[in-house]
């Protein structure tokens, strides 16, 4: 069955510092690769998507995934943390086939700290 | 990208009621999903409303727990059951991007986030 698993529950980084949220997934098949943010009280918003094609994918708000399809993983970067980006993110997979839903990890908390 | 719509918002209820949730998007959409988010836990898919159809439902997930109802392309409802404090969650409707169907490509409202007592 397919799974998605993000290892760190929460990540603490200083304002201004380089930020990775991990994302390793089990699929079966090719999969589509997303980023969700959630900021507190809010719905989720996407941050970025892969779908095919070059395995580095920009998003909003100055993030950046890259797709390794050798370590089955889809973490989630930006150069330089805002303490508006304390939010939780979610990585959520779906197979291409579209026959099956979107799958969510459990998601990462990151705090910013000054 | 669509706009979407949930009330209540937040809501506190009582033990044994039922409350029911209404998602309205601003433009029509093929299929809508409903999901929850129990407190600290991930997004637990309930169930895919298609308009002029029954919901399929996910596994874990019942029709006389959690009826929907999809009258049409724009507008959905997600009733909660004979609530108890383990319904106590956030529940999120989300609609598929346009001209990206099946590619799981979501849209979320902003939640109707549930205590019950």
């Known amino acids: 069955a397919q799974s998605v698993t993000q290892p760190d529950i929460h990540i603490t980084v200083s304002e201004g510092a380089s930020l990775e949220l991990r994302c390793n997934y089990s699929y079966g098949a090719t999969p589509y690769l997303f980023w969700y943010v959630q900021s507190p009280g809010q719905g989720l918003q996407l941050l970025l998507k892969?779908?095919?094609?070059?395995?580095l994918v920009q998003g909003i708000k100055g993030f950046e995934a890259e797709f390794k399809r050798s370590q089955s993983s889809f973490n989630l970067r930006k150069p330089s943390v805002h303490w508006s980006d304390a939010a939780e993110y979610f990585c959520a997979v779906v197979s291409n086939s579209g026959n099956t839903p979107l799958v969510f990890g459990k998601g990462t908390r990151l705090s910013v700290i000054a | 990208s669509a706009v979407i719509s949930q009330k209540p918002s937040r809501d506190i209820c009582q033990r044994g009621t039922s409350l029911t949730i209404q998602c309205q998007v601003d433009s029509q959409v093929t299929m809508m999903f409903w999901y929850r988010q129990q407190p600290g836990q991930s997004l637990t898919l309930i169930a895919t409303?298609?308009?002029?159809?029954?919901?399929?439902?996910e596994s874990g997930f019942v029709i006389d727990k959690f009826p929907i109802s999809r009258p049409n392309l724009t507008f959905s409802t997600l009733t909660v059951s004979n609530m108890s404090p383990e319904d106590s969650s956030i529940y999120l409707c989300?609609?598929?991007?346009?001209?990206?169907?099946?590619?799981?490509?979501?849209?979320f409202g902003e939640g109707s986030r549930l205590t019950v007592l």
């Open positions: 409303a298609n308009q002029g159809s029954e919901a399929t439902y």
């Open positions: 892969y779908f095919s094609g070059d395995t």
């Open positions: 989300s609609v598929e991007d346009y001209g990206r169907t099946n590619t799981g490509e979501l849209f």
